[in-house]
């Protein structure tokens, strides 16, 4: 059976909906019972990061070049970006909160998601689980990422200001807050995330609009982060590039030309 211009070749059911696995010219898709794509793996290169928008993710490393000792993930998917942090940062302890039981099993089943001792899922509401820990786990996550969607939008319980507070709260000094947004000006719902984003973090924000799609990367450094020159995340881009194999020199000049206003409150000339 073919459905989204690909070979349907999984569908289940659970109390949040449909989760299809569509294939399509050697890449393996994710679908929540609609035609975005919530994660992707090429079959010949199953660690690759497939979508544009999740390679954009990766773009904190211009900004911390230290090794994440641990990291906070909100939202599973296909497991793309835990593969990529157990796969680089080998001392990297990882924590993923998602929602929904069946994606985990998927992550398993149809898109290599390790069993591996340095990552640990928690079935819960990503929303509900941040805001309860801002006490008890405050400044213990150098790196929180969040990627958090349904089938139409970013998922409720983190679309509040909060939870975006919480974010901060859970955040070490230095660290970074990496947040996968939809749409621009003409969505309501992320001109309010990224009006958040900047009063919780006080302007230290910067958005990265990916190309040829509608999600906008927010990072968001908290108040220890340091400072680096243009020329040094020029030379950083480079050597990430070569690293990689991600775009990280068009990244680095598409978060300069988007953020006219704020990156010169993190960069220094």
């Given at each position: 059976m073919y459905k989204y211009d690909?070979?349907?070749?999984?569908?289940?059911?659970?109390d949040d909906g449909i989760l299809e696995v569509?294939?399509?010219?050697?890449?393996?898709?994710l679908h929540f019972g609609?035609?975005?794509?919530q994660s992707s793996m090429s079959l010949s290169d199953p660690h690759k990061l497939e979508l544009s928008y999740v390679r954009a993710m990766t773009s904190w490393l211009l900004f911390k070049p230290d090794l994440i000792d641990e990291a906070l993930l909100i939202?599973?998917?296909?497991?793309?970006?835990s593969k990529y942090l157990l796969q680089h940062f080998s001392d990297c302890r990882l924590k993923v909160i998602e929602c929904r039981k069946s994606v985990v099993k998927i992550a398993r089943s149809h898109f290599g998601l390790p069993l591996d001792p340095r990552l640990?899922?928690?079935?819960?509401?990503?929303?509900?689980?941040?805001?309860q820990r801002c006490?008890?786990?405050?400044?213990?996550?150098?790196?929180?990422?969040?990627?958090?969607?349904?089938?139409?939008?970013?998922?409720?319980?983190?679309?509040?200001?909060?939870?975006?507070?919480?974010?901060?709260?859970?955040?070490?000094?230095?660290?970074?807050?990496?947040v996968n947004l939809w749409g621009g000006d003409d969505n309501p719902l992320?001109?309010?995330?990224?009006?958040?984003?900047?009063?919780?973090?006080?302007?230290?924000?910067?958005?990265?609009?990916?190309?040829?799609?509608?999600?906008?990367i927010g990072f968001a450094f908290?108040?220890?982060?340091?400072?680096?020159?243009?020329k040094y995340l020029r030379q950083q881009a480079i050597w990430l590039e070569e690293q990689y194999q991600i775009e990280f020199q068009t990244f680095l000049k598409d978060l300069k030309k988007h953020n006219a206003r704020t990156f010169n409150r993190l960069v220094i000339k």
């Open positions: 690909g070979l349907l070749i999984y569908q289940s059911h659970d569509v294939e399509e010219k050697g890449v393996r898709s609609s035609s975005p794509r939202g599973l998917g296909g497991g793309s970006l640990k899922i928690i079935i819960d509401d990503g929303g509900e689980y941040v805001r006490e008890s786990h405050a400044e213990r996550y150098s790196l929180l990422m969040v990627d958090a969607f349904d089938h139409e939008n970013i998922a409720a319980s983190i679309a509040n200001e909060a939870f975006f507070t919480a974010c901060k709260d859970l955040l070490k000094k230095d660290g970074i807050l990496v992320y001109l309010e995330c990224s009006e958040w984003l900047n009063h919780i973090f006080k302007q230290r924000v910067l958005f990265l609009p990916v190309q040829d799609r509608g999600n906008v908290n108040e220890d982060a340091p400072f680096f020159t243009l």
